[in-house]
């Protein structure tokens, strides 16, 4: 029965009759029934049904779509067919969406989407974004994300937009290295430099220079001399980041999908099996590698070292080298073990043995950082280890002693805070390579006992002091504490994974 009113009612408007308004684009006229328009179309049921001046018209004048579009859009409404090529695809979609026909429209998205290609995919980026077109925007977005080495050699691409550009360059499912995107961005801006040269801090912001071939980086970036003057805060980033990787938290250092890296945290430690739950000597740790991505569920790497002994007591520090070298100590005994190798090697001894102490990476070195010795007595001093000479020599020493604190690395500086001396602290140092003495901050919120950092955006997160989470930014005058979070367990693993802070373990 569908089938046969669909027939009749274009039999009627073939043979024009009992038609009763007439569409006119561009000196063409389409004969039509305004009921059958209404029936199909949001626009016309809203023209005819709301009192509109046109529904009182023999001729309506369309001006917003092309004749051959409208045609083809009638046609469809009276037979339920049409027929989509790349030379009518875009017009017809504009034509759709304007008089709100939804089968054709999406027609005409799925078309245009599964016929992308690099000179066009830019353009229905904004189409979609213009139409109101989710769908097409993030489809023809993901072809240029994924073709992105050859989308940038296009003409299309100098010609796109800096908004275009930086959904582009700001994700991290781009797939092209950053040389590639370097040159994109340099390239889009030296097509127009009197226009664009303003926003060259901006994009180069979205480049990602930690992962940048080293050579490529210190031949072509550096001895850029724009760059350098309007850049000069993330070129040193850039510099640090290519010397000392993983020492630095920014938006540029975390890896995008065609890296092959992929961020994961680690938790070390042990479970005590006659209660079946992890030792409060877990702590955890974000590393960079290039193992393969998994799952959400948690996997084990390796176990601990042959000859390592751990304290059943208190967790045993560890740090990150590099990218993913991992670092941990006990006593005298450091470790080291590195993911590509899957393998465990001893280091060299620290000059004193320790307990409770905590390790810190700046700069490539390590710093050990106070603790107690054999018999419990608090320790001030630092010791660091150089990796090149695998060896521990003597640091600025603390100016308190202190076990079982925190600590973080924020500009250039090392945070030490709590812990314990002959009883709770609340007090906070900092130190930068080259200070003769620790800086004194201003004092936690409260003493904390088993606490633990991390960093974030340049504040300094902190779990164990009053149950509750505190946030640190640093300043001149001795920085501003502020509570984020109550009800937080003490004693906790604590790390940051693609710009959110990560709890483990600990007790309440």
Known sequence: HAGSLLQGLQELRSDNLLTDVVLCVSGKEIPCHRNVLAACSEY???????????????????HEVTPGALQLLVDFVYTSKVTITQDNALKLLEGANFFQIQPVHDACVNFISNNLSDKDCLQMMHVGNVLSCPDLEIR????????????????????????????????????ATE?????????????????????????????RFPFM???????????????????????????????????????????????????????????????????RNSCSITMTSDAEPTS???????????????????????????????????????????????SWSKLAQMNLERYHHRLS??????????????????????????????????????PQPRYCHAVAVLDSSIYVMGGFERENTATMYRFSPGDSQWQSMRDMPGVGEYVTATVLNGDIYLAGVQSSIYCFRPSESGGVWSKVVSGILEDCGMTVLKGKVYIYGGYD
């Not at 016309?44 to 369309?62: D, L, P, W």
């Not at 040159?183 to 926003?199: C, F, G, S």
């Not at 995008?256 to 961020?263: D, I, P």
């Not at 700046?362 to 710093?367: E, H, N, P, R």
């Open 179 to 207: 040389e590639v995107v370097y040159t994109a961005v340099m390239t889009w801006i030296n097509h127009d430099t009197d226009e664009r040269n303003k926003d060259m801090k901006e994009l180069m912001e979205l480049v």
């Open 296 to 342: 959400s569920s948690w996997i084990d790497v390796t176990e601990l070292p042959e000859g390592f002994e751990g304290d059943c007591e208190y967790p045993f520090p560890v740090a990150v080298l590099g990218t993913s070298d991992i670092l941990m100590s006990d006593q005298q005994d450091a470790w080291l073990y590195q993911l590509e190798l899957n």
């Open 140 to 175: 023809a977005r993901s072809y240029a994300l994924k073709e992105f080495a050859s989308v940038s050699k296009t003409p299309e691409f100098l010609s796109s937009t800096k908004s275009q550009l930086i959904k582009l360059i700001s994700s991290d499912d781009l797939s």
């Open 361 to 398: 990476v700046l700069y490539g070195k390590v710093y050990a950082i106070g603790g107690t010795d054999r018999d419990n007595t608090p320790l001030s001093s630092v010791e660091v280890y150089d990796r090149r000479q695998n060896k521990w020599t003597e640091g600025v020493p603390l």
């Open 44 to 62: 016309f049921r809203a023209m005819y049904c709301n009192g509109h001046r046109e529904s009182k018209e023999h001729k309506v004048t369309i």
């Open 213 to 279: 071939d080293k050579q490529y980086f210190f031949e072509n970036v550096e001895t850029n001399e724009e760059i350098r003057n309007s850049c000069q805060d993330i070129m040193t980033e850039g510099r640090r980041c290519q010397l000392f990787p993983r020492e630095i938290e920014s938006p540029r250092t975390r890896p995008r999908q065609a890296s092959g890296l992929r961020e994961a945290v680690v938790v070390i430690g042990w479970i005590n099996e006659d209660e079946n739950t992890v030792g």
